[in-house]
């Protein structure tokens, strides 16, 4: 059973939820709201806090606060990303600071986030409370680890996972274990499924990071290699660095800023290197490892629908990786300090 034919009626009700926590009386901030919400993703992490809840038992309203919650976190830190990146497109469709600008949009994804920590603060008894307001501080932490560590050749798998554990994996954690805890999980249950979202979490990321350099754009939804073209250094690309013989041209090409007219040159040298499959391999330790801790959890639908996000990540990596695109088409003369326009919302 799928995330989503488990959770769809519920996640119905956690749209209802967000909208009815984000009322406001001002009429001009309405239409910003009814903008924002109209912008759907996947919805992953609320699906993944009912799965966890549903483990223990059927969905209730404290399960349905706190998935709503994970989500308007969510949609807050995307909202600020925009404004960080001055992006002006996130799924085909203008984003909140392109069209209302930079001060509305700080100051709704702040509303946002004392939102949802409004939801959720009647279950503090639960440690729900700290577990999400956690996981926002670990994600600032790494957005500024990242922003620090732009261009810097040097940076380790050690930091690199460090930093993807705060960006992705911290509130994928904070939804599983806050699912649970609401929904009345013994503390070893519920840490087992914290694990759970904190390595499938990091194995999404590392996928995301791989599909950077080898998916279609298209399918992506923005530029092919964006990342290392602004400077951040992912996984395949410390794999590359740290290698004998290829290592020096991508770290000339850090150093110097000249990224943008040696992509094609780092396509292959990816692939050559075999950093590329080294991601991936990296990718599938961290699944096997999720499942081992889903396997804690007695048996049910929910556990299941958990155990397909796993199989989902894996089979989006290996499809790609098969395909061997490698769709390194970039205008060789453009900056590479120009922001993302990001199109896809996780």
Same mark, same amino acid.
Do not use: W
């Given at each position: 059973m799928s995330l989503t034919s488990l959770a769809s009626a519920h996640l119905e009700l956690v749209e209802e939820r967000m909208r009815q926590s984000m009322c406001c009386s001002l009429h001009s901030v309405r239409p910003v709201i009814d903008h924002l919400m109209n912008t759907k993703g996947k919805r992953l992490r609320p699906l993944v806090c009912l799965a966890s809840g549903m483990c223990f038992g059927p969905a209730t309203d404290a399960t349905i606060d706190v998935a709503s919650a994970v989500e308007l976190v969510h949609m807050a830190s995307l909202v600020?990303?925009?404004? &960080?990146?001055? +992006?002006?497109? /996130? %799924?085909? =469709?203008?984003?909140v600071n392109s069209v209302w600008g930079n001060h509305v949009a700080v100051l709704l994804g702040d509303m946002m986030l004392s939102n949802a920590l409004g939801l959720v603060a009647r279950y503090a008894a639960c440690g729900v409370l700290s577990s999400i307001s956690s996981a926002v501080a670990?994600?600032?932490?790494?957005?500024? @680890? #990242? +922003?620090?560590? /732009?261009?810097?050749?040097?940076?380790?798998?050690?930091?690199?996972?460090? /930093? &993807?554990?705060?960006?992705? +994996? +911290?509130l994928l954690e904070?939804?599983? =274990?806050?699912? @649970?805890?609401?929904?009345?999980?013994? #503390?070893? $249950?519920? %840490?087992?499924?914290?694990?759970?979202? %904190?390595?499938?979490?990091?194995?999404? $990321? =590392?996928?995301d990071d791989l599909l950077d350099f080898i998916a279609d754009p298209d399918d992506l939804g923005? *530029?092919?290699?964006?990342?290392? /073209? $602004?400077?951040? &250094?992912?996984?395949?690309?410390?794999?590359?660095?740290?290698? *004998?013989?290829?290592? %020096?041209?991508i770290r000339e090409a850090i150093s110097t800023r000249t990224l943008g007219k040696k992509m094609r040159r780092i396509g292959t040298l990816l692939d050559r290197s075999g950093a590329l499959e080294m991601a991936r391999n990296k990718v599938r330790a961290l699944l096997d490892e999720a499942a081992r801790h889903l396997e804690q959890i007695g048996e049910c639908a929910a556990k299941h629908a958990l155990r397909s996000c796993l199989d989902m990540i894996q089979a989006r990596m290996d499809m790609r990786l098969s395909e061997k695109q490698f769709v390194l088409s970039l205008d060789p003369t453009s900056s590479p300090e120009k922001p993302a326009q990001r199109a896809h919302q996780t």
């Open positions: 600020h990303d925009d404004v &960080i990146d001055r +992006a002006s497109m /996130r %799924r085909g =469709v203008r984003t670990r994600m600032c932490e790494s957005e500024m @680890a #990242q +922003a620090n560590s /732009r261009f810097d050749p040097e940076v380790t798998e050690e930091e690199y996972m460090k /930093r &993807i554990e705060g960006k992705t +994996a +911290a904070a939804s599983c =274990v806050s699912g @649970a805890l609401v929904s009345g999980a013994a #503390q070893e $249950q519920a %840490r087992c499924l914290a694990r759970f979202g %904190r390595l499938m979490g990091l194995a999404f $990321q =590392v996928t923005k *530029p092919t290699c964006q990342d290392l /073209r $602004q400077g951040i &250094i992912t996984l395949p690309a410390v794999y590359l660095l740290s290698h *004998p013989a290829h290592g %020096r041209y």
